[in-house]
């Protein structure tokens, strides 16, 4: 019996490990990928990778939500990033959660894809703005966001303040490009993409992911020295 719980406990830890691994692995992508871009371009076009039209690097920082959404001015901007911390922490203590109660591993590796993603983005959000001398910032005086030129550099006096960096996105595809028309034309990043996978395949697999693995059943036999006729009544 107690082989049986180390056994069971061991199991447990090793999904928490490969959970954690996940995580760090695109965290660490994510943010290599931003700061390369960032401390080495200039805002706009980077490269097309492999010399083709629809896959790009194309620098670009945005204030607000994935995908280059906006959410109003620095207040709101303020609470997104907030909301983002929030999420975050909640996210913690819910993956530990749904890992030791044993819920199906597609579940997990989804969930642990929206937090890295948002993880991601918040680090971008709460630090940049601290850390590079350059970034999109907002400007009271024409109550919009201003870009900037040149390349970014690492400072001690930064572009903005704790909460109010922007983020940076650099991924392109425009597969159709015409004139009048761009099919699929955001910009985005890899916390983007995970985001974005972790949801997507949640919606396509859910009635598969949102349930818990069932329990092993366990028989136990009985003894007892009653006897049993038919004649006994069943209530």
């Known amino acids: 019996m107690q082989l049986s719980s180390y056994i069971c406990q061991i199991m447990k830890t090793l999904k928490i490990k490969h959970v954690v691994l996940i995580i760090a692995a695109i965290i660490i992508v994510d943010q290599v990928l931003k700061l390369w871009i960032k401390t080495s371009h200039p805002t706009g076009e980077v490269l097309r990778v492999g010399g083709m039209n629809w896959f790009r690097l194309h620098f670009i920082e945005n204030p607000g939500m994935a995908w280059g959404w906006k959410f109003g001015n620095e207040t709101g901007k303020m609470i997104l990033t907030l909301f983002r911390l929030a999420a975050v922490i909640f996210g913690t203590w819910y993956l530990g959660r749904i890992v030791k109660q044993g819920y199906r591993r597609g579940f ?90 972790g949801v997507i395949t949640l919606l396509l697999f859910q009635k598969r992911f949102f349930k818990k693995n069932a329990p092993e059943e366990s028989h136990s036999t009985v003894e007892t020295n009653t006897d049993v006729s038919d004649k006994v009544q069943v209530l």
Not at 117 to 132: E, R
Not at 147 to 154: L, M, R
Not at 166 to 194: C, G, W
């Open 108 to 197: 997990i590796v989804c969930a642990a894809l929206i937090y890295a993603g948002a993880l991601g983005n918040l680090i971008d959000s709460m630090f940049y703005g601290m850390f590079f001398d350059k970034g999109l910032h907002y400007d009271a005086a024409i109550n919009d966001y201003v870009s900037y030129s040149g390349i970014a550099h690492f400072s001690s006096h930064g572009y903005s303040s704790f909460l109010h960096g922007s983020v940076v996105d650099m991924l392109y595809f425009p597969i159709i490009e015409t004139e009048k028309f761009t099919f699929f034309s955001p910009i985005f990043n890899i916390a983007d993409a995970s985001i974005s996978t």
